[in-house]
């Protein structure tokens, strides 16, 4: 648990990514207009009621929303009826910020009330709640009778579910032991001590005192000097996050502290880091963290213990070019004032080279009208780098040292920033085996100049340039790439390295072959130099180098896939339209009707040839029953030619064989009468 | 007995709140910690998600009483991984649990940063994206980073290349920079779903800032991405940012100006860029869905059986797009039906009505045998549309071919004058003295 909260307040630190300490700032009106959005004057109990109000009232805030008449309403329901302690607790917080209208009577049936579940109580909550509305009704009205009778014995039955090792326990049949029951138990036992109608017993004073220091013995640290309580035991019915844990150690401490005659000697850097862990959190999203925050803010802000003083650098990135002073700011959590004090800069050195000292022992010049401490101006042998400046506060008062906690050396990470002389770049295509200089090319990096060169794999390319500092010092960037990109985006990226104070990059072309996938082509060059104090890092394209690679052989190394373009990947794809057969080509109609005529033509021909034959028919039956016959075999002929027809039309071939059937039996039986009847006539025509 | 029974039933309804194909934004969300403390540290994104109707449920990433699942149902619709450092969930959960929860539908939402556990990597990897190896780099920028009094070491970047795509970040352009703090990512190439949804300048490269470079960084450049989206072929959608910080309410909050740039923006573009993404990975844009798929030949209204060759048909479909409440019409010139068999035979773009019906007409090929009507469809951002019909394709029957061709005319007529000679004949040769 705490590995990961670690690993949290490092994001939430953010900034110290660089090993020495970053302090996190006062706090300042972005907690303020945060608190106006997270506050918005809806609570849904007193509880919250009260953090919201103790919010506004301890930042200050002036545009707070109205809701005194709801809370008063909701108070004096509270305290009339016979609510739960809890409920009476935070409706007298409530009533102690608001001063609502509540009848001094109801207070006294009240007092009675609490005094009695404080002798009955046997949970650590209980009493916690009801010695708490004891003591905001001693606060809140005068005439009632809060004092307990038997604070020694109230007193003992809290202290005895202490532990050894300063923590509480809930209550005395659960064995399991708290750091934030040890907060409420100090609040408590500070009650008892304000309530008591006589002086408690020193000695038990005394035990709890080292009870303190054994809880803060216990407390967890980060390597940045933060300090903060955390619930060991996460099986409980409540999980408490280490901001409330530790906000209910410090209340209760602070109470506690604040009603002993005597000082209790907690380290002031503990006080301290205890602040850097509340601040360190920054402005939670959370109304009931932002409560904690702040009121254990506000309790630091001023107690008896230690108060601790924080030092912030509105800035800790100074350009060298626009000639920026150093400020230093230092206040109290809240942000008020300081008491008078210098803030000395002990030394400052290389992040890199602790050895190399710069500057040492110099205070700051007071400027009182900002209310910073300021380093006119840096001294001549700061260059561009990373330093770690190391401040001291040192009070005017003496006896102040006891009452403020400073922390001791702070060491702040200071970046120095500058411009960046460029100069010497020069680029050139070597021959391999000779070294010499197949061509060269000066480059003007604040330019845009670009050059167009020519190299094949036996030739090697030199690039070199030269970085100075304002000072005239050779610098070394953090990132000094030199980058060939291919037509097809493949990419190739070197790292210039550096002699002394020049940059150079040799690319020896047959080497590199096989890195190239014998790709040939147009390769882009780009060079890109940068650093943190670098004011002009720069990405500048250098212009662009044709090389002649040899033919890939059968086993190189394949080219590796290039991410999709996810622009091209989507998108409409083109139209299909089927393309139909084309139909059969046909003769003209006109050839066909000719052809028609032709075709009819023998059919008049034989009609004609018959008119000239002079055909008759004189032959036809004269007689009544052999004329029928040969009627009905005509009209049978034409009905069978008819249905041939009709067959070609419409009918199918089984209603067509039927009908031809039927027809043929009528066609024989009239075919056969008719051409008897024919060729008897036609036999007695010649044997008479 | 029957009044708790009418009770349980009158509260179906409100059971039945969480994913369905009719509402598919997620309801449920689990949110996985590595500290409470982000609770209140990131308040503002998880405020934005609740002010939306979503249902988070916190947990410590280590809770042993954490589960994905139970009797084979999924209790929530979404993931939140807030919590870069762990190494093992508590719990059943582990990276194959997670896999398997997008695997079947649930969105995920995965924040790591510098010091990212191997287990987040190996969730990051399955997805397509690899964090850079070096646990201790982060990406730095010299060129573009976010100018700070406070952060000298160019950590803190201000990127505003964003994806372009209206339907991921909104309609509403992002004005402000958007500040990121952490480690890269690149993407596999072989994954194609992966998109990069906020990527670095030119001049970025992920290495560790403290100590000097002696080779070239692993990434480099505008392949590095500082947000990936994916949306899975299930329509699953996962979001993987290289910080935490990122959500967080100081980035929120805080204003920025980007080196270089000489506007200084109030705020900066952290909560609209996160919400406006929020809103694509859960679902409340870009979901779309196909209802009324319907063809008919020109001229009759009713759905058929089965078409000739040559046929002329229209076809038609509704596709709406799910805006968080309702399903609105969708509007797009680049839907397109296909009439397929074995390949495309007809590849139309429809037109639509702008009220989410899409129509076309064409003719039904001349070759037979079964087609499908398909609609297909991608793009970027949206959920894929993938619908087909069957329909089976007729040649000609018998009778349906042309009769009485002009060109057989004259066999027609060879043969009827055939016809009337032969009864003229029979006539003349039997009577005819």
Not at chain 1, 402 to 430: D, R, W
Not at chain 1, 574 to 603: D, G, M, V, Y
Request: glycine share 6%; aromatic share 10%.
């Amino acid at each position: 648990m705490a590995r990961y909260l670690g690993g949290l307040l490092v994001l939430l630190f953010a900034a110290s990514i660089c090993g020495a300490v970053t302090i996190p700032g006062p706090v300042s009106d972005a907690h303020r207009s945060a608190a106006s959005e997270l506050f918005d004057g809806s609570f849904s109990s007193l509880e919250e009621a009260y953090e919201a109000l103790r919010v506004f009232e301890i930042l200050a805030i002036g545009n707070k929303p109205d809701v005194s008449a709801t809370a008063c309403k909701k108070v004096v329901e509270n305290l009339g009826s016979s609510s739960p302690v809890k409920d009476l607790f935070y409706a007298l917080k409530v009533n102690g910020i608001l001063k609502c209208k509540v009848n001094a009577d109801v207070f006294k049936d009240i007092a009675v009330r609490l005094k009695a579940t404080v002798t009955d109580a046997s949970t650590l909550v209980d009493m916690y709640y009801s010695i708490g509305s004891l003591v905001l009704i001693k606060d809140q009205v005068s005439d009632v009778d809060v004092l307990l009778a038997d604070a020694d014995g109230t007193f003992h039955s809290i202290k005895a579910l202490s532990q050894s090792d300063g923590r509480w326990r809930y209550s005395s049949d659960n064995p399991e032991s708290s750091t934030y029951a040890a907060g409420l138990a100090l609040e408590a036992l500070a009650g008892v001590i304000s309530l008591a109608s006589s002086e408690i017993d020193l000695s038990r004073v005394k035990t709890v005192k080292n009870d303190i220091l054994k809880l803060f013995d216990s407390i967890e640290k980060y390597d940045d000097g933060t300090f903060y309580f955390d619930e060991k035991f996460v099986g409980g019915s409540e999980h408490q996050g280490s901001l409330s844990t530790t906000s209910s150690v410090v209340r209760g401490v602070i109470a506690f502290t604040s009603v002993i005659s005597g000082k209790v000697n907690l380290p002031g850097d503990k006080v301290l880091g205890l602040a850097k862990f509340f601040l360190g959190i920054g402005i939670p999203g959370d109304a009931k963290d932002f409560f904690n925050q702040v009121e254990s803010l506000a309790l630091l802000e001023n107690n008896r213990v230690s108060i601790p003083l924080v030092l912030s650098l509105p800035e800790t990135v100074y350009s060298l070019s626009k000639r920026d002073q150093l400020k230093v700011r230092v206040n109290t959590v809240l942000g008020s004032a300081s008491p008078p004090l210098t803030v000395k800069l002990v030394r400052a050195f290389r992040s890199d080279a602790k050895d190399s000292v710069i500057i040492e022992s110099k205070e700051l010049q007071y400027d009182k009208s900002n209310g910073i401490h300021v380093l006119e101006v840096f001294p001549d042998n700061v260059d561009v780098g990373t330093y770690v400046f190391v401040f001291e506060i040192v009070l005017h008062d003496s006896a102040g040292e006891k009452v403020f906690a400073t922390g001791g050396q702070i060491h702040v990470p200071i970046y120095v920033t500058g411009i960046i002389e460029v100069s010497n770049a020069e680029i050139a295509v070597l021959d391999s085996d000779l070294g010499s200089v197949e061509t060269q090319k000066k480059l003007d990096l604040a330019g845009n100049v670009v050059v167009e060169l020519s190299a094949n794999h036996l030739q090697k390319l030199r690039f070199s340039f030269q970085l100075k500092t304002p000072h005239g010092h050779a610098f070394k960037p953090h990132q000094a790439f030199f980058k060939l990109k291919h037509e097809t985006k493949h990419e190739h990226i070197f790292v210039v390295g550096n002699t002394g104070k020049k940059f150079e990059i040799v690319l020896d072309f047959l080497g590199l072959v096989e890195k190239f996938y014998y790709l040939s082509g147009r390769y882009d060059i780009e060079l890109t130099v940068g650093d943190a104090v670098m004011e002009n890092s720069f990405l500048r394209p250098l212009g662009h180098v044709d090389l002649e690679l040899p033919e890939a052989p059968e086993k190189a190394a394949r080219l590796p896939p290039l991410p999709v373009d996810p622009y091209l990947r989507y998108g409409p794809k083109a139209e299909i339209a089927h393309i139909f057969r084309a139909p059969e080509k046909r003769p003209p109609q006109n050839l066909s009707l000719t052809f028609l005529s032709l075709i009819l033509l023998p059919f008049i021909g034989f009609l004609v040839g018959l008119l000239r034959l002079g055909v008759n028919l004189k032959n036809f039956p004269s007689s009544a029953a052999p004329a029928a016959y040969a009627i009905l075999f005509h009209l049978g002929i034409a009905a069978v030619l008819l249905l041939y027809v009709l067959f070609w039309l419409k009918l199918d071939l089984f209603t067509t064989l039927k009908t031809v059937g039927l027809l043929g039996v009528f066609l024989m039986f009239v075919g056969h009468r008719i051409l008897s009847h024919l060729a008897s006539t036609s036999s007695k025509l010649k044997s008479a | 007995m029957s009044k708790l029974i009418f009770v349980f039933l009158a509260f179906i309804p409100l059971l039945c709140t969480s994913f369905s194909p009719e509402r598919p934004s997620d309801r449920r969300v689990l949110v996985l910690l590595d500290d409470f403390a982000v609770k209140s540290s990131h308040s503002l994104f998880f405020n934005s998600l609740k002010s939306r109707g979503f249902d988070l449920h916190f947990h410590l990433a280590d809770d042993p009483k954490i589960a994905l699942q139970r009797y084979g149902q999924y209790l929530y619709d979404a993931l939140i991984l807030f919590s870069p450092t762990i190494e093992r969930f508590g719990g059943s959960v582990d990276a194959a649990a997670i896999l398997d929860f997008v695997d079947s539908g649930h969105d995920l939402i995965v924040a790591a940063d510098s010091n990212a556990s191997d287990l987040i990597r190996e969730i990051a990897v399955e997805c397509g994206v690899d964090f850079d190896e070096d646990p201790a780099s982060m990406v730095v920028d010299h060129s573009g980073y976010a100018v700070s009094a406070t952060e000298g070491d160019h950590t803190l970047i201000a990127s505003d290349d964003f994806i372009k795509s209206d339907v991921i970040l909104g309609s509403k352009k992002i004005e402000a920079p958007v500040l990121f703090q952490g480690i890269g990512h690149s993407l596999n190439p072989t994954n194609s779903l992966v998109l990069k949804a906020l990527s670095a300048s030119p001049s970025a490269f992920s290495a560790n800032p403290k100590s000097k470079l002696t080779s070239p960084p692993s990434l480099t450049g505008s392949s590095i991405s500082f947000v990936s989206v994916i949306q899975a072929r299930n329509n699953a959608r996962i979001l993987i940012s290289g910080s935490l910080s990122m959500f967080s309410n100081r980035f929120f909050r805080s204003g920025v100006q980007k080196a270089g740039s000489p506007t200084k923006h109030e705020k900066s573009g952290n909560e609209q860029f996160f919400t406006e993404l929020s809103k694509w990975v859960f679902h409340e844009r870009g979901h779309l869905k196909a209802v009324h798929m319907q063809h008919h030949k020109v001229g009759e209204a009713n759905e058929p059986a089965i078409y000739r060759i040559n046929d002329d048909l229209e076809f038609s479909v509704e596709i709406f797009e799910w805006s968080g409440t309702s399903w609105e019409p969708y509007v797009a010139d680049d839907v397109q039906v296909q009439f397929y068999m074995m390949s495309p035979y007809v590849l139309k773009t429809l037109s639509t009505n702008g009220k989410g019906r899409y129509f076309t007409s064409f003719k039904v090929p001349d070759v037979y045998g079964v087609f499908q009507f398909k609609v297909e469809y991608e793009k970027l951002g949206y959920t894929s549309l993938s619908l087909s019909k069957q329909i089976p394709v007729r040649p000609f029957r018998h009778n349906e071919y042309e009769r009485f061709i002009p060109a057989a005319y004259p066999y027609y007529g060879a043969a009827f004058s055939m016809m009337a000679g032969f009864f003229i004949f029979t006539a003349v040769h039997l009577y005819s003295k």
